[in-house]
């Protein structure tokens, strides 16, 4: 099976620009999270997707925004970049049977200039 | 509010030796305890995971031991490889609202010297 795939998985932008980033979850997994990972606040939930709708959201501001697609590929979007934003983003599917794990992709390394 | 508190920040053994990780959470609600390795430039890959019902978990090499009662868990790593050389993180989850957000200890690293 292939696993969680992520693009792009590098990107650089500047201060005001958005940004969308995409995720391919592993066949099968309905259920889509992502994560924000940087080196101070190290790994922090943004939101979940499950069959398309939005079941949770982190503590970050309104310019994340996120979506999910029948076919359970989600994207997410930045607006209004900010310095601060620069960070690994991940995303994690996961089959939301009896099991919770989650399984994580690459990520996308998104640096703000 | 940092609900799950990762110890040590990093971590320092020699080929053989057993590396301990500690993390103590404060949401009781938590049902399942997952801890993750991360390789420089890959995403976290789940190593194992326990739920409260036990007391101690193991796989292979890697050993969790849960206190629910002290609201800590801990990663042991037996015979510790320069390959287990990495970032380990804890997390914590609840699933009873219908979401499994995970969240994570600050993440320690862990070298294993020859």
């Known amino acids: 099976k292939a696993g969680v795939t992520q693009t792009p998985r590098y990107l650089i932008k500047t201060r005001g620009q958005q940004v969308t980033l995409s995720c391919s979850p592993i066949?099968?997994?309905?259920?889509v999270s992502w994560y924000q990972q940087t080196p101070g606040q190290g790994l922090q939930f943004l939101f979940e997707?499950?069959?398309?709708?939005?079941?949770n959201k982190g503590n970050f501001p309104g310019r994340f925004s996120g979506r999910q697609f029948s076919n359970s590929r989600s994207e997410m979007n930045v607006s209004t970049l900010e310095l601060g934003d620069s960070a690994l983003y991940l995303c994690?599917?996961?089959?939301?049977?009896?099991?919770?794990?989650?399984?994580f992709g690459p990520g996308t390394r998104l640096t703000v200039l | 509010q940092q609900q799950v508190k990762q110890s040590p920040q990093s971590l320092i053994v020699q080929k053989g030796g057993i590396s301990i990780i500690n993390c103590a959470y404060e949401?009781?609600?938590?049902?399942?305890f997952p801890w993750y390795q991360q390789f420089p430039g890959k995403g976290p890959a789940l190593l194992i995971a326990?739920?409260?019902?036990?007391s101690e978990k193991k796989e292979g090499r890697f050993t969790i031991s849960f206190n629910k009662s002290a609201k800590q868990f801990s990663l042991h790593i037996m015979d510790s490889q320069p390959g287990d050389s990495a970032t380990y993180f804890c997390?914590?989850?609840?699933?009873?609202?219908?979401?499994?957000?995970?969240?994570f200890g600050k993440g320690t690293k862990l070298s294993v010297i020859p």
């Open positions: 997707y499950f069959s398309e709708t939005q079941r």
């Open positions: 994690a599917s996961m089959f939301r049977g009896q099991t919770d794990t989650q399984y």
């Open positions: 066949s099968g997994h309905r259920s």
């Open positions: 326990i739920r409260p019902d036990v």
């Open positions: 997390a914590a989850a609840y699933s009873g609202a219908g979401s499994y957000q995970l969240t």
């Open positions: 949401n009781t609600a938590f049902d399942y």
